[in-house]
């Protein structure tokens, strides 16, 4: 019987970060919320009111590589924050590729006619929910 459960995903960032939703049985997911992190404990509260409302049974982090697949110094922050909410949360947290899901994110809000103020606070989210997707769709039989 396949895993079933709400899943969150983060597009992780210093001063935004993207959150999604997602369900494993389904494989249906989408945008959730910005969080806009003023500081580390503010991004840290928003986590766990989001714990607490969605109570997820899995996570998922985008990690950020350059276009030939290396690491850079957002790589390893977005690690460490992974590592952490796994530590905080006791959650399994799986880490996915998310080369390229800004700019992805941004080509389909345009296409929905986002104006770009719509698209800038809307954009990380819809990231997060495409490092979700490709997530759910790995797991796929």
Same mark, same amino acid.
């Given at each position: 019987m396949?895993?079933a459960g709400?899943?969150?995903a983060?597009?992780?960032? $210093?001063?935004h970060? +993207?959150? #999604?939703?997602?369900?494993l049985?389904?494989g249906?997911?989408?945008?959730l919320a910005?969080i806009?992190c003023?500081?580390?404990a503010?991004?840290? *509260?928003?986590?766990?009111?989001?714990m *607490?409302?969605?109570e997820?049974?899995? $996570?998922v982090?985008g990690?950020?590589?350059?276009a030939?697949?290396n %690491?850079? !110094?957002?790589t390893r922050q977005c690690?460490?924050? #992974?590592? !952490?909410? !796994?530590?905080r949360?006791?959650?399994?947290t @799986?880490?996915?590729?998310?080369r =390229?899901?800004?700019?992805?994110?941004?080509?389909?809000l345009? !296409?929905q +006619? =986002?104006t770009q103020?719509?698209? #800038? %606070?809307a954009e990380h @989210?819809?990231?997060?929910?495409l490092? $979700?997707?490709? =997530?759910l769709?790995?797991? #796929?039989?």
């Amino acid at each position: 019987m396949p895993e079933a459960g709400t899943v969150l995903a983060f597009d992780f960032g $210093l001063k935004h970060t +993207g959150v #999604a939703l997602g369900e494993l049985g389904s494989g249906l997911c989408r945008p959730l919320a910005t969080i806009h992190c003023a500081s580390r404990a503010d991004r840290w *509260k928003a986590v766990e009111r989001l714990m *607490k409302e969605w109570e997820p049974v899995r $996570l998922v982090v985008g990690l950020p590589l350059d276009a030939d697949g290396n %690491e850079q !110094e957002t790589t390893r922050q977005c690690r460490n924050f #992974a590592t !952490e909410l !796994e530590s905080r949360t006791g959650l399994p947290t @799986a880490l996915v590729d998310e080369r =390229y899901t800004s700019l992805e994110a941004d080509a389909a809000l345009r !296409e929905q +006619g =986002y104006t770009q103020q719509q698209r #800038a %606070e809307a954009e990380h @989210a819809e990231a997060a929910a495409l490092i $979700l997707r490709s =997530y759910l769709e790995s797991r #796929a039989p």
